[in-house]
């Protein structure tokens, strides 16, 4: 006898499980929306400590930027103070320069003015009172050449004089007599006459190299020859005698 063949039974899906997987997904979507929120809620206490954190740094940024500018400006108000303090000490070590020149030429005027009037010291025949050069470029130089006589009830002291420079160049001592000094081998020399003093003026070339000590004034006049040796004394270097 043959076995009962098995029967299909459809049946139709019972109404909680509908309501199970229903529920199941309105949780899962809300495990969802509770982690987003957290996530939200976490994220935004660090942006605003970023911004709080920019702002301190902006704040501190402008207060250097500041204290820079005040440093600058201290600096440059040091640096003007020293600049003016250089250019007071310039003007002072000038004035006392002068001042000395001009008490130089003070005493010199004074003992010159002696010279002529005698007074009670002894009495000077004809002879050079002072010898100035100043530089006229090209080794060019003008020379001032002031004679002086203070004798009693002088007479007119007349004759001529003529100058010859001692000095070195390149190493070796070298003397300039008057013609190399004029560069005029038939120079003349000088002629002078006066009673109480007169002045000379003119001009002499040094040769490139040449370092002048001395100058040797050789003087004939009605009185007789003489020689006197100054030192070389100019408007930039003080002569060596």
């Given at each position: 006898?043959?076995?009962?063949?098995?029967?299909?039974?459809?049946?139709?899906?019972?109404?909680?499980?509908?309501?199970?997987l229903?529920?199941?997904?309105?949780?899962?979507m809300?495990?969802?929306?509770?982690?987003?929120?957290?996530?939200?809620?976490?994220?935004?206490?660090?942006?605003?400590?970023?911004?709080?954190?920019?702002?301190?740094?902006?704040?501190?940024?402008?207060?250097a930027?500041?204290?820079?500018?005040?440093?600058?400006?201290?600096?440059?108000?040091?640096?003007?103070?020293?600049?003016?303090?250089?250019?007071?000490?310039?003007?002072?070590?000038?004035?006392?320069?002068?001042?000395?020149?001009?008490?130089?030429?003070l005493?010199?005027?004074?003992?010159?003015?002696?010279?002529?009037?005698?007074?009670?010291?002894?009495?000077?025949?004809?002879?050079?009172?002072?010898?100035?050069?100043?530089?006229?470029?090209?080794?060019?130089?003008?020379?001032?050449?002031?004679?002086?006589q203070?004798l009693?009830?002088?007479?007119?002291?007349?004759?001529?004089?003529?100058?010859?420079v001692?000095?070195?160049q390149?190493?070796?001592?070298?003397?300039?007599?008057?013609?190399?000094?004029?560069?005029?081998?038939?120079?003349?020399?000088?002629?002078f006459s006066?009673?109480?003093?007169q002045?000379?003026?003119?001009?002499?070339?040094?040769?490139?190299?040449?370092?002048?000590?001395?100058?040797?004034?050789?003087i004939?006049?009605?009185?007789?020859?003489?020689?006197?040796?100054?030192?070389?004394?100019?408007?930039t270097?003080?002569?060596?005698?």
């Open positions: 006898m043959a076995s009962p063949r098995p029967r299909l039974v459809i049946t139709e899906p019972r109404p909680y499980v509908r309501w199970v229903l529920l199941g997904l309105l949780a899962w809300g495990s969802v929306l509770l982690a987003y929120n957290t996530g939200a809620r976490r994220a935004a206490p660090d942006a605003a400590q970023l911004r709080s954190d920019l702002t301190e740094l902006q704040e501190e940024h402008a207060a930027r500041q204290r820079v500018e005040r440093l600058s400006q201290k600096v440059a108000t040091l640096e003007r103070s020293e600049q003016v303090e250089r250019d007071a000490a310039r003007a002072l070590q000038q004035a006392l320069v002068e001042r000395d020149a001009e008490l130089a030429g005493r010199n005027d004074v003992a010159f003015y002696e010279r002529l009037a005698g007074g009670g010291g002894e009495r000077q025949a004809l002879s050079v009172h002072s010898l100035s050069f100043v530089a006229a470029g090209e080794g060019g130089w003008r020379y001032v050449l002031t004679l002086t203070n009693k009830k002088a007479a007119i002291s007349k004759g001529e004089l003529s100058l010859s001692e000095g070195s390149e190493g070796k001592l070298r003397t300039l007599q008057w013609s190399e000094l004029t560069q005029d081998k038939g120079a003349a020399a000088l002629p006066f009673k109480y003093f002045q000379l003026e003119g001009s002499v070339a040094l040769p490139a190299g040449f370092v002048p000590h001395r100058v040797r004034v050789s004939r006049s009605n009185q007789g020859q003489s020689e006197q040796v100054l030192p070389w004394q100019d408007d270097t003080q002569g060596v005698s």
